[in-house]
């Protein structure tokens, strides 16, 4: 069996010909034997902060202080902007808070997580994450906040303003949501552990991790972790995160003889770059390394 170091020699090399930073961590789900590069230095989440919303949220739910068939109105005129989902449409919508829930891990829809992330409170939100045992685990703000700050800090108008000023020699260091000390943040650690309690459900009541699960598996991105697994009978289920120079995933795969590997890989890259092919594919790379390490051999 390959050694772990020589696994992560690997990755690291993988990193580096994409043109990254990495920090990655894989653990068995039933065993707990893991390896990583990084794994407990803290990065920044972006849309990843959307899992411990999600955990929070049907913990609540678990414990009856919401209704996930609760009908929720997002008018057009104020909710958070994006690309997918909710926030791409132009009419309000009424929807049930579980609906908002699934479109917030499908297609990481902004609008979704910043209600959700209203009503289910970002104190309750940060105490699931405690209770969990996740201490370098926080969630700051929504995305609202997150786009504001970007914004912000770089003084831009657009988004093709901030990626240009953020080509300035030492932008991006004064940039909060880019700032794993100022942002929401984990370590790829703790998220994998998060996600290995939800497959054992120990995250919340067996239904309501079932019910996530559901979701991870549902998530519509192929081009991170998703491609380092490309056979028809390996499960991938995920989450991805993604700003100006990061670009992150967090998921379980799941092999056909019961393995189950969680893993979470996070990148950055020295200057912003809208379309990395590579930044996007090392992502299921080095997922792929790593717990092809931890099953004794090749996957396939």
């Known amino acids: 069996m390959t050694g772990a170091r020589e696994v992560t020699g690997r990755i690291e090399a993988e990193f580096r010909a994409a043109g990254v930073t990495g920090h990655c961590h894989a653990v068995d789900v039933d065993t707990g034997r893991d390896v990583g590069v990084r794994a407990g230095e803290p990065v920044v989440l972006a849309s990843v902060f959307k899992v411990p919303l999600l955990v929070a949220f049907h913990r609540r739910v678990a414990a009856g202080t919401l209704d996930p068939t609760e009908r929720a109105t997002l008018p057009a005129a104020d909710r958070t902007s994006g690309p997918t989902g909710v926030s791409a449409l132009l009419d309000d919508v009424r929807m049930s808070l579980r609906d908002l829930a699934t479109l917030m891990i499908t297609v990481s829809d902004n609008a979704a997580a910043d209600f959700l992330l209203d ?4 104190a309750a939100v940060n105490a699931a994450a405690a209770d969990l045992g996740l201490p370098g ?3 700051a703000g929504g995305g609202r906040e997150m786009l504001d700050l970007l914004f912000q800090d770089t003084g831009a108008t657009s988004f093709g303003e901030v990626y240009a000023r953020l080509e300035e020699p030492g932008a ?7 700032d794993p000390l100022r942002t929401s943040r984990s370590t790829p650690r703790e998220m994998t552990r998060l996600l290995s309690l939800i497959w054992r459900d120990e995250a919340a009541p067996p239904a309501q991790c079932a019910a996530m699960r559901r979701m991870f598996g549902l998530q519509v991105w192929p081009h991170r972790l998703s491609s380092g697994f490309p056979f028809e009978d390996v499960v991938v289920s995920g989450k991805t995160g993604t700003l100006p120079t990061v670009r992150n995933e967090v998921g379980v795969v799941e092999y056909p003889d019961g393995g189950r590997y ?14 990395h092919p590579q930044g996007d594919a090392v992502i299921g790379t080095a997922a792929r390394i790593a717990v092809e390490h931890l099953r004794g051999g090749p996957a396939g």
């Open 262 to 275: 969680a893993v979470a890989v996070f990148t950055r890259t020295p200057v912003p770059l809208a379309v």
């Open 119 to 122: 009503r289910v409170g970002l």
């Open 172 to 178: 991006p260091a004064r940039v909060r949501p880019l």
């Open 137 to 139: 685990t926080f969630v």
